[in-house]
């Protein structure tokens, strides 16, 4: 099976030019800095712009997943429940792909897209040498395996304990560098 078969895929919004920014703007505009290590969006980083004319299908919504379609990093970013009360579309330089929920559950697609084998078809496929890019159409073109529904819930049961795992770990490492910098501080 293939994503286009499970998955809309398309571009984010289109801007004309540079993201108008406007700091009282009704809409965030998710970026490729905006977004971490852990494929996780930092919100409070976005820029806001307004926007007036929006199609629907423009909008992120929870279970969308964004991939950079240039770049060096092509992890996917599942935008989970943290976009609530939120207007927000993806920069141009990303595509977002949206699950057909009949077919596979977004987290467990957004799994698949993080697999290593995934990311060697995507790195394979990339074009240009100096600013590398991915076309949508061989993205839409990835061979994805669908299994049942509860064995796609387990999946996603796993991933997430291990997203948490990762994020104590990070936080560990964060407050041992703390630490660490104070103990710096007193011998200065």
């Known amino acids: 099976m293939r994503l286009s078969e499970v998955a809309i895929v398309q571009t984010g919004y ?7 920014e406007d700091p009282m703007g009704n809409v965030s505009v998710v970026q490729m800095k905006d977004c971490s290590l852990l494929g996780e969006v930092d919100w409070q980083s976005c820029v806001k712009t307004t926007l007036t004319k929006v199609k629907e299908s423009d909008w ?7 991939v950079a379609s240039r770049g060096n990093n092509y992890n996917a970013i599942f935008i989970d429940e ?5 207007q927000a579309v993806a920069s141009p330089h990303f595509f977002v ?36 890019s991915i076309r949508l159409p ?4 990835l061979k994805i395996k ?13 991933v997430n304990t291990l997203e948490q795992e990762k994020q104590i770990v990070f936080k560990l490492i964060e407050n041992n560098e703390l630490l660490l910098n104070a103990i710096a501080q007193d011998l200065i």
């Open 14 to 20: 289109l801007f004309r030019t540079k993201v108008p």
């Open 60 to 66: 992120l919504k929870q279970g969308d997943i964004l």
């Open 82 to 86: 943290t976009i609530e009360n939120r």
């Open 97 to 132: 792909i949206r699950a057909e929920l009949e077919k596979v559950l977004p987290k467990y697609l957004a799994w698949w897209l993080n697999l290593k084998k995934t990311q060697q078809y995507i790195n394979q496929n990339i074009e240009g040498s100096t600013t590398k």
């Open 138 to 141: 061989v993205l839409a073109d």
């Open 146 to 158: 669908i299994p049942d529904l509860a064995k796609q819930q387990s999946i996603v049961q796993i």
